[in-house]
Structures are given as C-alpha cells and as structure tokens.
C-alpha cells in the first residue's frame, strides 16, 4: 500500500531555511510524478509544487517561486522540499502528494 511519510519541518524564524523530506513505499516511486501542498491554519490545500519523473521538470506555485526548490532522489525513493527566505505565511502543515494520497505531514512554523 501506499505510504508517504514527511519530515523535516520545525520552527525557523523569517529569513530562515528548511528541508523537507517524504519517503515513499508501496508504489513506483521513480515513475510518479510527486507533489507537496501545505495547509495553513484556517485554510485549505494549498498546491505548492510538483516534480515529473522521468524528466524532473518542477512546477511552483507563485507564492513560492525562487524560494523553494522541489527535487528528489529515486534510488532512496525520496522526495524532498528545500525552503529558503521563509515567511510567517509559508507558516503550515506540509503534505507530500501522490495524486489524492497524503502522508501525515510535517508542521512548518516561521516565527521570530
């Protein structure tokens, strides 16, 4: 079965960076096309970005753009999300996607 589960997030002050991380199983990893969306407090999905396989062509949504690279590794069946220049509104739940399938999440907080 599918599994999708997230990591790296935590409390990082405006300016600051993380990485995100979401291991796969239970499917072909290196032939799905991979997505993140977060949730901010009070709100709904929000699509961030997505990352093609093969090809590795990336896709950002605005907000984003030029501050979060998506990238992943298929030999370790790892997605990943580098964040940088964090804003109070990229403050949200992280989600790596799979078509409609969802990890946990990992909760991202940019507070000073």
């Known amino acids: 079965q599918v599994q999708l589960v997230e990591s790296g997030g935590g409390l990082v002050q405006p300016g600051g960076s993380l990485r995100l991380s979401c291991l796969a199983s239970?499917?072909?990893?290196?032939?799905?096309?991979m997505s993140w969306v977060r949730q901010a407090p009070g709100k709904g999905l929000e699509w961030v970005s997505s990352?093609?396989?093969?090809?590795?062509?990336?896709y950002y949504a605005d907000s984003v753009k030029g501050r979060f690279t998506v990238s992943r590794d298929n030999a370790k069946n790892t997605l990943y999300l580098q964040m940088n220049s964090l804003k109070p509104e990229d403050t949200a739940v992280y989600y790596c996607?799979?078509?409609?399938?969802r990890g946990q999440g990992t909760q991202v907080t940019v507070s000073s």
């Open positions: 996607q799979l078509g409609d399938r």
């Open positions: 239970g499917f072909t990893f290196s032939s799905s096309a």
């Open positions: 990352i093609s396989s093969p090809g590795m062509r990336t």
